[in-house]
């Protein structure tokens, strides 16, 4: 089934921003936006909630903490105990490094690695741009208007041209 | 924002007010050009340099490591010296990215990219000498924890040595990272922009479908925060725990409490040395004044002006401590370290690293880019000299008189020293020509905000 997108583009994120307010206040579905740099506050513009990443954070630390912590004390204590100047096995104080680097370590790793498979980032995912220019300088927000009623796009259209939209394109996919 | 002067609130970070368009091509086009001349005389120089390094270790490792000098008993004089000193260079890139990222300094965005890339160079190099220490590079792998045919005989956890492995390791691995993943939004703005079909596929690869989609946006943010808020105490800890390779020993003049906060101030201290070096130089070299402004040096300054006084009252409390501590040993390796026959390396470091920085007090030396180019130079070869009196001058006199020695490089260690220089400067002059040396779209939002600042937002 086809969908009816409509595209406009932007100068300023500010303009970007007051557009998708005022479309959402008038109950237009935003399917995204695109833009070649962070635009604050367009999670609350849009509604969207925060990341989840750093759950993934969470659990990978506590695994690289309780691993490492759990992996020397065995290797040092029970799998081949050796005195090294006559400190005692278990010298649970000096494997704390070690704990905190693998903490940081497995956190960083698998919260970068959740991120790329989350936003399905891969050297071989071809770029799919919504308009030509917003890895440079355009602002884009893609409408759904699929299913909308005849008189809906023409309005739509007015509310984008008087929030200073560049360009306004329909597009189906 | 009416009745304040808005540029004390938010002062300039951008020299006028580039349009988005003219960032990207301010920033990129000086990679499409044909490289300029001074780049291959700089090129051609770090590569010849790098080739020597490369002789030298091979020789090293053909013959033994005694061509090191590790036949006297000062056994950890030069390579570990340039350990040291190129893992403290490796730590301003991530205090900037990450410290400055948490406390919300916009000047960082100017600098971070260039300081983190050489952080990443700055660790390599720091990492070459424990391994050619080792005289055997192709075990290098038995310092970590694997299960080997040996037991499993596990390694010493105890050991800072260990901890150190694991430490540099970690932190090499995350800012590499935080470079990467840094990178990622401006790899694809080059890849949008490449003519050459070959730049086009390259960038292409490596910016891994970016789109500028705003859930990626949303996800991106908290993953640098995320980033930011571990790579914190990391930084603060791997040089904590290099300085515990000292510490944790008996050695006068090594076993100081004072040894971790120390050697954070004087990482940092040498590091934003380093970036202060090379970005007045590629500032000059790629035309780039408009973006890494006299602002952002005179930032720099302050703190090289605040590391410096930390590490000069670490000095003095090490001396201080010596004196006061009552124990004898201690007060003789300090007065050997101030008048014995290495007193000219220890008053080079006091002069380079705590006198030198404070003309940095006054605004008008601190404005100065060639008086802030000769200080950053003085203070890379203050901190370098701190390593060298921190090990040789404990080493040379040890407990036992019959263990005192005189040290003094051979041809093999200053050429490999030559060879990490040389690696160093290979891998940031290619940097420099491939990737985009400020992050692109940070300062577009900078751009953004300044916008709003001005129309009153």
Redo the contacts between chains.
């Keep these: 089934m086809g969908r009816e997108l409509l595209v406009a583009t932007f100068d300023h994120d500010e303009d970007l921003l007051a557009s998708i307010r005022a479309a959402r206040r008038e109950g237009f579905a935003v399917e995204d936006a695109f833009t070649p740099s962070v635009v604050h506050g367009i999670e609350d513009a849009l509604g969207a909630p925060p990341s989840r990443l750093p759950w993934i954070t969470l659990a990978a630390g506590c695994a690289g903490l309780l691993g490492a912590a759990l992996f020397q004390f065995w290797a040092a204590d029970f799998d081949w105990p050796v005195n090294v100047g006559g400190k005692p096995p278990n010298s649970a104080l000096a494997f704390l490094p070690i704990t905190f680097e693998a903490t940081v370590l497995l956190g960083g790793v698998a919260t970068a690695v959740a991120f790329f498979v989350r936003s399905r980032l891969s050297p071989l995912a071809p770029p799919r741009l919504a308009v030509p220019g917003v890895t440079n300088d355009v602002l884009a927000v893609v409408f759904d208007l699929t299913g909308a009623e005849p008189g809906r796009e023409p309005a739509l259209r007015e509310l984008l041209a008087g929030s200073r939209a560049r360009e306004i394109r329909k597009e189906s996919a | 924002m009416t009745t304040l002067d808005s540029s004390i609130l938010r002062p300039r970070l951008l020299e006028g007010s580039p349009?988005?368009?003219q960032i990207?091509e301010d920033i990129a086009r000086p990679l499409d050009a044909r490289p300029t001349r001074s780049w291959f005389v700089c090129f051609a120089l770090a590569v010849t340099a790098l080739g020597l390094g490369a002789a030298a270790a091979t020789y090293e490792v053909m013959t033994g490591i005694g061509t090191w000098g590790l036949n006297k008993t000062v056994g950890w004089a030069f390579d570990i010296t340039n350990f040291v000193f190129w893992i403290g260079i490796g730590h301003a890139g991530t205090l900037i990215s990450a410290i400055l990222l948490l406390l919300r300094q916009k000047w960082r965005t100017a600098i971070s990219r260039s300081a983190e890339g050489m952080t990443i160079f700055a660790v390599m190099c720091a990492g070459l000498f424990p391994l050619l220490h080792m005289g055997r590079p192709w075990f290098g792998f038995w310092i970590f924890?694997y299960p080997n045919s040996r037991?499993?005989?596990?390694v010493?956890?105890?050991?800072?040595l260990?901890?150190d492995v694991?430490?540099i390791?970690?932190y090499f691995?995350?800012s590499l990272?935080?470079w990467y993943?840094g990178m990622?939004?401006d790899l694809?703005?080059l890849?949008?922009?490449a003519v050459k079909p070959w730049k086009r596929e390259l960038y292409?690869?490596?910016?891994?479908?970016?789109?500028?989609?705003?859930?990626?946006?949303?996800?991106?943010?908290?993953?640098s925060l995320?980033?930011a808020g571990?790579?914190t105490?990391?930084v603060v800890?791997v040089h904590s725990?290099v300085s515990?390779d000292f510490a944790t020993s008996v050695l006068p003049g090594w076993h100081a409490t004072l040894f971790p906060p120390y050697f954070v101030a004087g990482a940092v201290f040498s590091g934003f040395g380093m970036v202060m070096t090379l970005l007045i130089l590629t500032r000059k070299v790629m035309a780039l004044e408009r973006y890494i402004t006299l602002r952002h040096l005179e930032a720099m300054a302050k703190i090289l002006l605040v590391t410096g006084s930390m590490v000069g009252f670490c000095y003095l409390t090490e001396l201080f401590m010596a004196w006061y501590g009552g124990n004898l040993y201690e007060r003789a390796a300090f007065w050997n370290r101030a008048t014995g026959p290495y007193a000219w390396a220890y008053w080079l470091m006091m002069t380079c690293n705590l006198f030198v920085p404070q003309l940095l007090w006054s605004k008008r030396l601190r404005t100065s880019v060639p008086v802030l180019f000769v200080v950053s130079l003085l203070v890379n070869v203050g901190m370098w000299f701190e390593r060298f009196v921190i090990i040789v001058t404990s080493l040379h006199r040890d407990y036992l008189p019959s263990s005192w020695w005189m040290y003094k490089p051979t041809i093999v260690e200053i050429a490999i020293l030559t060879g990490s220089f040389g690696l160093f400067f290979t891998c940031f002059l290619l940097f420099v020509r491939f990737l985009p040396v400020i992050a692109m779209?940070?300062i577009?939002?900078i751009a953004?905000a300044a916008?709003?600042a001005r129309e009153g937002?």
């Design positions: 349009t988005l368009r990207t924890p037991g499993p005989l596990w010493n956890f105890r050991s800072p260990l901890w694991v430490a390791s970690t691995t995350v990272v935080f993943v990622i939004p694809a703005t890849r949008d922009r292409g690869l490596l910016s891994l479908g970016w789109d500028g989609s705003r859930r990626t946006w949303t996800r991106y943010e908290t993953l995320i980033l571990l790579a105490p990391l800890s725990i515990m779209w940070e577009k939002g953004a916008l709003h937002h």
